[in-house]
């Protein structure tokens, strides 16, 4: 199946742009932050350690929000330097004493310097006091990159290769109020912001959280990744450890 990249990103833009335009003047004014994180981890494929550095936008109203992030490869296997990009935009429903959000977003990776993967995303999600919860789907499409579509050698192969909606999912508990100064959350979830794995290759991540003051707050986590929870072994894919800040603007 051949996918006109130009048309899908042309309709997710006017998706946004509608959203946008739907949102009353007076809500002009949110609430900004800015995220800077880094990961250094270790895996099967990695052949070493490898470090990662990324960076978020994030602007909020009181019924919508937008986000974006980057993630560059400092030190890694594959040749390539800008790993992945994301946009993503929503709208947060109140229910009774909870926020439900609802929202869409795209994001591309380049896994190889000349293999691409992009994916459309769906997904609801919700906090209470101590539990975050998440699911969603996603149809995820791996291609060539333009430039080595266009080369001789690979006229032959086929223009991308589609999965049709796979389950996202993700369980946070947090053992205090999120308002405290300090906090540990356990999360199982099949997804990162620039990592969505098949559903049946579970990730497990600790945080640990502490609020330095109103505008600024640091974190730190411990990834692991399994290769398979349907396996007859869950068997080890690597772990990574996360540091980063955010910054209330």
């Not at 270790?42 to 070493?48: A, Q, R, V």
């Not at 609802?102 to 997904?123: C, H, K, M, Q």
Request: charged share 20%; with cysteine; glycine share 6%.
């Amino acid at each position: 199946m051949i996918v006109d990249k130009n048309l899908a990103m042309k309709e997710f833009i006017k998706l946004l742009l509608l959203i946008a335009l739907c949102l009353p003047i007076s809500e002009l004014f949110g609430q900004s932050k800015v995220e800077s994180q880094i990961d250094i981890g270790d895996n099967e494929l990695s052949n070493g350690l490898y470090i990662h550095y990324s960076d978020f936008g994030h602007y909020e109203q009181r019924y919508w929000f937008a986000e974006t992030g980057f993630q560059f490869g400092l030190h890694q296997p594959q040749n390539v330097f800008l790993n992945s990009w994301y946009l993503a935009s929503g709208a947060k429903v109140p229910a009774g004493k909870s926020i439900i959000i609802i929202g869409i977003e795209y994001s591309w990776t380049a896994f190889a310097p000349d293999l691409r993967e992009v994916n459309w995303i769906l997904f609801a999600g919700t906090s209470f006091t101590h539990w975050n919860l998440t699911l969603g789907t996603n149809r995820r499409v791996y291609r060539l990159s333009n430039k080595a579509a266009g080369e001789e050698a690979n006229k032959d192969y086929k223009d991308s290769f589609i999965e049709e909606w796979n389950i996202m999912y993700s369980a946070g508990y947090r053992l205090k109020p999120p308002e405290n100064k300090w906090n540990i959350l356990f999360t199982v979830t099949d997804f990162d912001r620039f990592l969505i794995q098949q559903e049946s290759n579970p990730m497990i991540n600790a945080r640990f959280d502490y609020r330095l003051n109103e505008s600024l707050n640091l974190y730190s986590e411990l990834w692991y990744k399994s290769s398979g929870l349907l396996n007859i072994k869950v068997d080890y894919f690597g772990t990574f450890i996360r540091i980063g800040a955010i910054w209330q603007l």
